[in-house]
Every structure is written in C-alpha cells, then in structure tokens.
C-alpha cells in the first residue's frame, strides 16, 4: 500500500511539472539588440529555459507583438540597440513583463538573466 501512494505522489510530481513545461513553451522571450549572428546562440539558450525566442536586433516589424503571444520576459541589449528600439520595447513592457536591461550581448550574460529569472 505504501508503495502505491508514492507512486501516486511520483506521477502527481511529473504531471505537475509537464504543466509548468507546456506553460513556459506558451511564453515567448524578447531579445532587443545584441547581434545578429548571435540568434541561434540566444535561441539555444532560451530553448533551454523551456521559452521561444524572438529576436529584433534592429527594428520590430509592424504586427509583430500580435504574433509573440504571452512574454515571459524582455531583455535589452543596451550596448547594441538603439533608442527607439528600446523605446518600442518598453511600449511593450507596459503589459507587465519584465524588462531585464543587459551591458552585454553576450550568450553568458542573457543565460545568467534567464537563470535569475527562473531561480
């Protein structure tokens, strides 16, 4: 009998955690700035976290926040993005994602933002 309740607790743990799974691949994180040849390095670091990946290294094309769909996160790039990019950015940000500001365009720096975020 013991051994059916922990499994029952076992199944109910990974069924709890697939939940929390499908809900981060529903969110989208944004990455304004950084470097263009760098998006494959950002998306596997985002895919990682269990997030899709946007990346708007100069401009956002019009329509572009009806396509995002929930945003987990955003994380601008300051050194490499320019002000009204920013800007655009924090329109969005008025939704109530959070906005993580970046010194950076490194892959290390947007793992240990993405890191902070989850921890």
Do not use: F
């Not at 922990?6 to 304004?32: C, F, H, P, W, Y």
């Not at 899709?52 to 956002?60: F, G, K, M, Q």
């Not at 300051?78 to 920013?86: D, E, G, K, P, Y």
């Amino acid at each position: 009998m013991a051994y059916g309740l922990l499994q029952g607790d076992r199944m109910k743990a990974q069924r709890r955690s697939q939940a929390v799974d499908r809900k981060r691949e529903e969110q989208t994180v944004l990455v304004i700035g950084g470097s263009g040849g760098m998006s494959s390095r950002y998306r596997d670091v985002v895919e990682k976290h269990g997030w899709s990946l946007r990346h708007y290294e100069n401009r956002v094309p019009p329509g572009a926040r009806h396509g995002v769909g929930r945003i987990a996160l955003i994380v601008i790039m300051v050194t490499m993005v320019s002000h009204a990019l920013r800007d655009q950015m924090q329109t969005l940000a008025a939704d109530g994602a959070p906005v993580v500001y970046l010194r950076s365009a490194s892959v290390s720096a947007l793992r240990a933002a993405l890191e902070q975020r989850t921890a």
